[in-house]
C-alpha cells in the first residue's frame, strides 16, 4: 500500500486534474451555445450558466474532487514527512477515500442523493473514459476501496484510532486538545438534554467559553483577542462543534461580527466593539435575511432612514436571525439609499441592542420577534424580527459610509463558509463517535454491530469521507491564512464537508436501526443538526453556482 500512496497516487491525482481542465474547457463550450435570450415560464430569460446550470455545478463538483484528493496527498506527505513512514491506518484512510473518489469521477458523482452527476452531463464521456484507463487511476480504484481495506479501517475504528490529527504546529495541536477535553466534559454530556429540552446553551457555558478565548480567536490581541488564525479558528469550531453543532456555531457569531469590524470599521468600532465581542461580554447576531429573498440578498427592502441629527429609524422585517433575542448587538443588512436598487444600496450597521429574556425576547422599543420553532440546530434559536421605527445611532454605519454593505459581507464569506465546513466536520467526528460506540455494544445473532461488513463499511466511509472534507477545509483556512484568494476552496469545502456530514448521519441513524428513531438516542439529535449544513451560509446549489462561475 505504501507503493500505491507514495508513487501511483500522484500519478492518478495529475490525470484527475487533467480530466479537470477538460470539464472546464467542454462545460465552458456548453455554456457558451445556451441561448440567453429564450423565454422561461416567468417570462423572463434565465442567463446562460444557468440553463447549462446542472453542467455548471457538475463542474463545481468535479473541482471539489479534485481538490479533496490533492489535500489529501498533502496530508499523507505531511505525515511521512513527520514520522517518516505514515501509519497504517492514514494509509487506509486515504487509499478508501481517492479510490472511492475515483471511481465517483470516472462513473457517477453523487451531488445529493437524488442527483448523479455523470460524465455525459457535462459532455465529458471521452475524458472520463480516458480518465479511467490511465493505469494509476486503475490501479488506484482497483486497490483502494477495496473490501480488505475497509475492513482494515473499520478495524481501526472500533480501536479507537481515527489517524493523525497532527497538524505541524504544537500550539495548534494543543489548542484542539483544549478544546476537545472542554467539549467532551462540559458539552457532550448534556447536548441532548439541551436539544430535547429546545434549551438556550447554558449561560455558564458561554462563560467558560469566553474564558479559554473562544469568541476571539481571529482577533487581534491588541483588541483583546488570540490573534490566532483560520485554521486555528476551524479547529476551535470542529471540537466545539463535536461537542453540539450549536455550541461550536456560537463562536460563528463573533466571527462574522469581528471580521466586518476588523475589515471595515473606524478605529472608534473597532475599539467599541472588538474587546466585548473577545471577551464573550457583546453576544452578536446577524440579521440579513428577508421572508421573501433567502440568498437573493440584492431584492433586500428593509430599509434605513437617516435623521436630522444622523441617526437611522430601521422599518421593515427579517427572517432566519440566529441568537436574535440573546445578543447585545445586530450586524443589521439594510437599503439605506432606496433610489439604488440591487446591492449598491445596501449598507451595514452596526445596532446596539438590549438583552432579551423568556418573558421579554425583545425589550427594545420599534422591535418585536417571534421565533421559528425548528428541528434542530437549537440551543440558539431562530427569529422572525420585524422593525417599526427601530432607532439606531448616528455612528452605527458601519465604516461610516453608505452603500457598502453588501460588499463587506462579501469580504467575510470566505470566513464564514470555512468555518461552517468545520462545523461540518465536528459534526460528522460526532457522528462517527457516536455510531462506533453502538456498534461495538450493540449485539444481533450472536455478535457485535462492528462485525457484519455492511456496518463496518458504513463507518469507514464515514472515517474517509471526514478525514477528505477536513485536509480540504484545513487547506482553505491555510490559504485565507496566507492572504490568498479562497472563495472556490472556501466554497468547495463547504460544499464536501456538509454532505459529508449528512451522509454520516444518514449513515449512522441506519446502524442504529429502530432505535435511531428513538429520540432517547443522540443519533436521531445529529440527523436533524447535519441537514442544516447543507442550507445555511449558502446552500449547496449557491455553492456549487459560485464556484462553477469562477472556474469559468
Known sequence: MQHLISATLPAAIAAAQTYLETARATVGQLVG?????????ANRPLEAHDRAQRAVHGL??????????????????????????????????????????????????????????????????????????????????????????????AAAIADNDYGSEATGDESLDQVRDTFRRFAREQVRPFAHGWHLADALIPDNVITQMAEMGAFGVTVPTEHGGLGLGKLAMCIVSEELSRGYLTVGSLGTRAEIAAELIQLNGTEAQKARWLPGIAAGEVLPCAVFTEPDTGSDLASLSTRAVAQPDGSWLVQGNKTWSTHGARSDMMTLLVRTNPEVGGYRGLSMLLAPKP?????????????????????????MKEYE??????????????????????????????????????????????????????????????????????????????????????????????????????????????????????????????????????????IIRLLCDARILNIFEGAGEIQAQVIGRRLL
Not at 425589550?363 to 428541528?375: D, F, R, W
Request: one cysteine or more; hydrophobic letters at 45%; glycine letters at 10%.
Open 355 to 379: 438583552r432579551g429574556t423568556d418573558a421579554q425576547p425583545f425589550p427594545a422599543a420599534g422591535m418585536s420577534g417571534s421565533e421559528i420553532e425548528v428541528l434542530g440546530y437549537r440551543g
Open 60 to 153: 463545481a463538483w468535479v473541482s471539489t474532487y479534485v481538490h479533496a484528493l490533492s489535500a489529501l496527498q498533502g496530508w499523507i506527505s505531511r505525515s511521512t514527512a513527520a514520522q517518516g513512514t505514515p501509519s497504517r491506518t492514514d494509509q487506509l484512510i486515504v487509499a478508501v477515500a481517492c479510490g472511492e473518489y475515483l471511481a465517483q469521477l470516472v462513473s457517477a458523482l453523487p451531488m445529493t442523493q437524488l442527483e448523479m452527476l455523470r460524465p455525459a452531463d457535462m459532455d465529458c464521456s471521452d475524458a472520463a473514459r480516458t480518465l479511467a484507463d490511465d493505469p494509476a487511476v486503475r490501479a488506484v480504484i482497483e486497490q483502494g476501496n477495496t473490501p480488505a481495506n475497509r475492513a482494515a479501517l
Open 33 to 41: 451555445k445556451v441561448d440567453d435570450t429564450a423565454p422561461t415560464s
Open 385 to 522: 424580527i420585524g422593525f417599526d421605527d427601530f432607532a439606531v445611532p448616528a455612528d452605527a454605519l458601519l465604516g461610516g459610509e453608505p452603500g457598502q454593505g453588501f460588499k463587506q459581507l462579501m469580504q467575510t464569506f470566505e470566513s464564514a463558509r470555512i468555518q461552517t465546513a468545520a462545523r461540518a466536520l465536528g459534526t460528522a467526528f460526532d457522528v462517527l463517535d457516536v455510531s462506533r460506540r453502538y456498534a461495538l455494544e450493540r449485539r444481533q445473532f450472536g455478535r457485535s454491530l462492528i462485525e457484519f461488513p455492511r456496518v463496518a463499511d458504513k463507518l469507514a466511509m464515514m472515517l474517509a469521507e471526514t478525514v477528505a472534507a477536513r485536509e480540504l477545509t484545513y487547506f482553505a483556512a491555510r490559504e485565507k491564512d496566507e492572504g490568498k484568494r479562497c472563495d472556490m476552496e472556501a466554497g468547495m469545502a463547504k460544499l464536501l464537508g456538509a454532505r459529508v456530514a449528512w451522509a454520516a448521519a444518514d449513515g449512522g441513524l441506519q446502524i442504529h436501526g429502530g432505535n435511531g428513531y428513538a429520540l432517547e438516542y443522540d
